[in-house]
């Protein structure tokens, strides 16, 4: 066993590998070198003896952990940015696309629907699903549906199933929708509408360890999976492994919805990319060929650096295509047996590989950037993307995201990525600017000044001619003119 004689001392370097691999081990999650202050916080937070953070370390690791201690552990370390209809081009893709082929189909074979949102945070995604079938099914009241919302964070969990909200999880919707599926507003809460909760479950999993509603438990297969923003945090094999049972728990033509920053990962090859605008989402592909191609990625994952794998290639018509380059035969022969081409689809066409082999993050950071500068909104915003699958640690890349989306009209989505920014780099002084300057046009002055006034007190640190990193050559100097003139903070 790791011994650390001074329990009062900071754990030890080889300690904290241990506890990242054991949290890996049991949630998945993947902790490197740069993340371990947030390990030493978590067990800071459940040392309840006054023992130490190492000294809780090593008495978690000393036996399997209760179910009791993934609870508590997963309170600490998972985090919680969701909203009502996150990411609008998943959910039109969802509404007018794969929602009503999934109902034609099931409305011949009986009017059942088995939807999961795996990893459900606090709830909103799947009742914005539930929102979205209410639209889409007029004789709903006929059909069997199941909304099943998982996670391992059971603070979350209660706050889903009580179904009531703060404005800020509203903030990517219209009002009518707002007051259509909502209740008034009781001590700063809307509650969702009756006939919506009334459909949706909730439960608690562990996607590294719990069984998987489906065929794993001798229940029927789900229809539609959404597991977004949640795999980008996995550990490779862990992601692996939940990737392809997540596959085996889908119907033959079942969907998967993952985030942005995990589309084109390479470990996704066995299932069938299908483009929509601005969103790409994932089909099962035929058995036999996703057995092929599941033994491939598999094979891969441990030789490559999981991320890594993904690679945007630019198409001469301007056209983002997702090309993963170590499985680049296996999907090409894929593709090709496929048979017809998938729904909103277009054509998949070759061109030179835009990512270094050393260092893929800054090459599709910088072909992001000219994406950007062309107004290639779509093509900037998935070579983003693909730059943040490959280095989820850089806020740097979380920032370019958002500028990107603010581009694009996506204000709501910026804000998440400015938050994502300032979490992984709370001294981000452009992040701080930039989320002030959103907030404030979307009427939380507050929140905005609460921003400026944190950006100022980060200026003060740097002298008037330091040039900011990721500014385009703005100085310390002249950002704080702007903002104490009142361009940035009233």
């Known amino acids: 066993m790791l011994v650390d004689r001074d329990t009062e001392a900071a754990p030890s370097d080889a300690l904290l590998t241990a506890f990242s691999g054991y949290i890996t081990q049991h949630l998945g999650l993947h902790f490197p070198r740069g993340q371990w202050p947030e390990l030493v916080r978590a067990a800071q937070a459940l040392d309840v003896a006054g023992a130490g953070a190492g000294a809780c370390m090593r008495r978690l690791m000393a036996a399997p952990p209760t179910r009791g201690q993934i609870e508590q552990l997963a309170h600490q370390l998972t985090i919680g940015e969701t909203y009502f209809f996150r990411e609008p081009a998943v959910f039109d893709a969802l509404e007018h ?10 409305r011949a074979a009986g009017r059942t629907l088995r939807i999961w949102s795996a990893g459900c945070c606090t709830g909103e995604e799947l009742y914005s699903v539930a929102i979205l079938l209410q639209r889409l099914i007029p004789d709903l009241a006929d059909w069997r549906i199941t909304l099943l919302g998982t996670d391992v964070n059971a603070g979350f969990l209660r706050k889903a199933e009580q179904g009531r909200y703060r404005d800020w999880s509203f903030r990517a919707v219209p009002a009518w929708l707002v007051w259509r599926h909502f209740g008034p507003p009781q001590d700063g809460l809307r509650a969702i509408a009756p006939a919506l909760r009334r459909g949706v479950r909730f439960d608690y999993l562990n996607l590294a360890a719990d069984l998987f509603p489906g065929p794993e438990v001798g229940a029927p297969p789900m229809d539609l999976i959404l597991c977004r923003n949640v795999l980008m945090y996995f550990e490779p094999a862990s992601g692996a492994r939940a990737l392809q049972r997540l596959g085996r728990a889908l119907a033959p033509d079942g969907w998967l919805a993952v985030g942005m920053a995990e589309a084109g990962h390479a470990l996704l090859a066995p299932f069938e990319p299908v483009r929509f605008p601005s969103a790409l989402l994932y089909r099962q592909r035929p058995e036999a060929l ?13 030789a490559v650096p999981a991320a890594a794998a993904a690679a945007i290639a630019v198409a001469p018509t301007g056209t983002a295509t997702i090309v993963v380059e170590p499985l680049r035969d296996v999907a090409a022969i894929a593709d090709a047996s496929a048979g017809q081409p998938p729904i909103g689809a277009g054509p998949v ?5 835009v990512a270094a082999s050393t ?3 800054p090459a599709l950071a910088l072909q992001a950037r ?11 915003s998935l070579c983003c993307a693909a730059a943040i699958a490959t280095d989820k640690c850089d806020p740097a890349l979380r920032y370019l995201q958002a500028l990107i989306m603010e581009e694009q009209g996506r204000a709501a989505e910026a804000i998440g990525a400015l938050k994502d920014a300032l979490y992984l780099d709370p001294d981000f002084v452009l992040a701080h600017f930039t989320l002030g300057s959103l907030c404030r046009r979307n009427g939380a002055l507050r929140e905005a000044q609460r921003h400026f006034a944190n950006a100022l007190e980060l200026l003060r640190g ?10 385009g050559g703005v100085r310390a100097g002249e950002l704080a003119d702007l903002m104490r003139a009142g361009a940035g903070a009233a």
């Not at 740097?462 to 500014?471: K, R």
């Open 97 to 106: 696309e794969v929602l009503p082929a999934l109902i034609a189909a099931r």
């Open 370 to 380: 000219r994406c950007a500068d062309l107004g290639l909104l779509d093509d900037a």
């Open 359 to 361: 260092e893929p993050a």
């Open 290 to 302: 996703r057995a092929e191609l599941v033994a491939a990625a598999t094979g891969l994952h441990s």
């Open 462 to 471: 740097h002298a008037p001619d330091d040039v900011l990193a990721h500014s």
């Open 349 to 353: 066409e070759s061109a030179p590989n």
